[in-house]
């Protein structure tokens, strides 16, 4: 591969131009082509990594806002390379755990190359009989998120009644087919007749409804759960949220993942029905996927066998080439993608 001595190599790469209020938009991002030497430095720990695979995930809109005091989310650097999850291959390593030529998940940047300095927070790609792109949803962050939420915060019961909203995206999915094989009754929420059908007819939603076509949520929700509701998986926020409540059984659990549909606004909805949380003894609790993932052996251990069998399934969005990876990334606030958005920088 030409660079891998140490000569210069360009290097494309997708710059945050500035912070954001409201919905972004492609001019919030712009792709440049820089150039890198492909060597690391004498007793760097870090890695040199090629990009194959990048993820855009909803979270990344808080990155993009001007920090607050105390920042929870470290924030975009305007006129830096974009960060956020990706698969890598390995081109040098400075780092015991790694060498070259090996496979991992985790923070890297939007760009063709990247130097890794935290390798720590690297997962080394194991399994490769299945794809390698996997391993930005189904089997990286967002099938983590899945796991962690639904059976360290939900704490499930066979038999009970789950709601998921955003249920086919890349963690919703998910969500739901851990529910099912568990032993639930799920039904999800999506934005479109292509991602209902999917919902109930590729990943085996009980039932499952198009938010956008109902005039009450409350009304939609009581009609798929006559008896109410013991789990919801929260990934929207909101109106949906307010309506859920209502719906929600003695002692329900509320694991809130996302509210992808306050992230762009100006000023947040506010929640109407939280008199139920007494009145229901509704436990609800938010969660950070990173604080669960000293279980990623004991989650693949679960899931692996699984994908494995075809019991469970996953869809993927993809975007090819990182001139293309602004739009997708915008296109999630906007419901564009169908399953996981995926970018493809590059497949070798």
Known sequence: MAGENGEAVRNKQVIFRDYVSGFPENTDMEVRESTMKLRLLEGSNGLLVKNLYLSCDPY????MTKPNVPVYVEPFRPGSPITGYGVARVLESGHPNFKK???????TGWEEYTLITAPETCFKIEHTDVPLSYYTGLLGMAGMTAYAGFFEVCSPKKGETVFISAASGAVGQLVGQLAKLFGCYVVGSAGSKEKVDLLKNKFGFDDAFNYK???????????CFPEGID???ENVGGKMLDAVLLSMKLHGRVAVCGMISQYNL???????????FILKRIR??????????HLYPKFLEMVLPQIKEGKIVYVEDTAEGLENAPTALIGLFYGCNVGKQVVVVSHI
């Open 231 to 233: 789990i919801y998986f």
């Open 60 to 63: 990344m809109r808080f990155r």
């Open 101 to 107: 030529g090996d496979l991992l998940w985790g923070l």
């Open 284 to 293: 609800m609790e938010g969660f950070v996927v990173t604080d669960y993932y």
């Open 266 to 276: 100006e000023q947040p909805e506010g929640i109407h029905n939280l008199t139920n």
């Open 213 to 223: 076509e109902e005039q009450d949520l409350d009304a939609a929700l009581k009609r």
